[in-house]
């Protein structure tokens, strides 16, 4: 089976920051697109930012130059470097990715974390 496992969150005031991590294991032939989203209570669940397995990113415009993606190939690993946290960034921040299977990778699946709360104070 696969697993992907979040680290990193917490309380954080205004303006500092915070990295958040997520590796993925199990049956993984290889890790296509690796994504964050984030979801505030009584909000739906919105995309943060992605990152191809090439290293291209894209990011939502509300943290267009405070967070940066990136990712380690070699050990199936995402990250998520927050800075000038504000209070709107309070979420649950989730960790996806589109991964191959199969003895030739010719199965894609869909896997999430389990969730990490960041939690930014005025």
């Known amino acids: 089976q696969v697993q992907l496992v979040e680290s990193g969150g917490g309380l954080v005031q205004a303006g500092g920051s915070l990295r958040l991590s997520c590796a993925a294991s199990g049956d993984i032939f290889s890790v296509k697109t690796m994504d964050w989203y984030r979801q505030a209570p009584g909000k739906q669940r919105d995309l943060v930012a992605d990152i191809t397995s090439g290293g291209v990113t894209n990011y939502v415009d509300s943290v267009k130059g405070r967070f940066t993606i990136s990712r380690d190939n070699a050990k199936n690993t995402v990250y998520l470097q927050m800075n000038s946290l504000k209070p709107e960034d309070t979420a649950v921040y989730y960790c996806?990715?589109?991964?191959?299977?199969?003895?030739?990778?010719?199965?894609?699946?869909?896997?999430w974390g389990q969730g990490t709360q960041v939690t930014v104070s005025s």
């Open positions: 996806h990715a589109i991964i191959s299977r199969g003895s030739r990778g010719q199965y894609d699946y869909s896997f």
